[in-house]
């Protein structure tokens, strides 16, 4: 499965639907012996899950974006309700969409400024 397939996919959690993947997010890690001109590797840390709309953030979800301003409320609006969802919290990926473990952890979605 290519993982570009997973955006717009329903989520399911305890048998209902809880939303639709609207991003995907990545954590960098140097692995031990790596030279500084060397690019960390990428995994995936998780999904973003909307209840309301399959679109991305545009990047709204970082604290301190607020321009402009009619945008990013309206982003913000219409993104309200979604969450994140750690890989470990994923019991399946398949082409019909994701199924979320019984005890996943819905976390914030906002991310730290960036610079």
């Given amino acids: 499965m290519i993982l ?11 048998g209902t639907k809880v939303g639709r993947v ?7 890690d140097h692995v031990p012996g790596d030279t500084d001109d060397q690019m ?5 840390h998780g999904i973003l899950v909307g209840p309301h709309s ?7 979800e970082r604290v301190g ?3 402009p301003w009619p945008i990013a ?16 919290d994923i019991a399946q990926l398949s082409s019909d ?3 979320l473990r019984p ?3 819905r976390l914030s979605c906002r991310l730290p400024p960036t610079g």
């Fill in 54 to 60: 399959p679109a991305s953030f545009l990047g709204y």
């Fill in 22 to 28: 609207i991003d995907l997010r990545f954590r960098l």
């Fill in 73 to 88: 409320q309206f982003l913000r609006w219409r993104e309200r309700g979604s969450f994140l969802v750690l890989w470990p």
């Fill in 103 to 105: 005890d996943a952890e």
């Fill in 40 to 44: 960390p590797t990428a995994r995936l």
């Fill in 97 to 99: 969409g994701v199924l």
């Fill in 65 to 67: 974006v607020t321009r």
């Fill in 4 to 14: 570009s397939e997973l955006i717009g996919a329903p989520v399911v959690a305890g």
